[in-house]
């Protein structure tokens, strides 16, 4: 089993910045790509940023790219997502997750952990 734990979201004004953080735990030797998805009040949850296990590879929602930027420490077994120029629209709760397959995927159906999220909220 792998148990993350994500930390670091909050309350930030349109234009503002955000960083996640989630810390892996358990058997992380398991662990390959790393993600984060967010889920919105009403709707479904939806992928935001992938990360292949080397951090060579990312791969982003079109709605984020060139906003934010997903890294991961492999020593410390951490994971980040930078935000800046957050939009209301940005407003949900995010998850951190991992599978043990090496391709980043955009269905959540594809990966085997997640985090128990964290709210980020962005006022206009």
């Known amino acids: 089993q792998v148990q993350l734990v994500e930390s670091g979201g909050g309350l930030v004004q349109a234009g503002g910045s955000l960083r996640l953080s989630c810390a892996a735990s358990?058997?992380?030797?398991?662990?390959?790509?790393m993600g984060w998805f967010r889920q919105a009040s009403g709707k479904e949850r939806e992928f935001v940023a992938g990360?292949?296990?080397?951090?060579?590879?990312?791969r982003y929602a079109d709605s984020v790219k060139g906003r934010f930027t997903i890294s991961r420490d492999n020593a410390k077994n951490l994971v980040y997502l930078q935000m800046n120029s957050l939009k209301p629209e940005d407003t949900a709760v995010y998850y951190c997750?991992?599978?043990?397959?090496?391709?980043?995927?955009?269905?959540?159906?594809?990966?085997?952990?997640w985090g128990q999220g964290t709210q980020v909220t962005v006022s206009s």
């Open positions: 997750t991992t599978r043990t397959t090496s391709i980043i995927n955009v269905r959540s159906e594809s990966y085997d952990y």
């Open positions: 358990g058997r992380t030797a398991s662990i390959s790509v």
């Open positions: 990360i292949s296990p080397s951090g060579t590879n990312t």
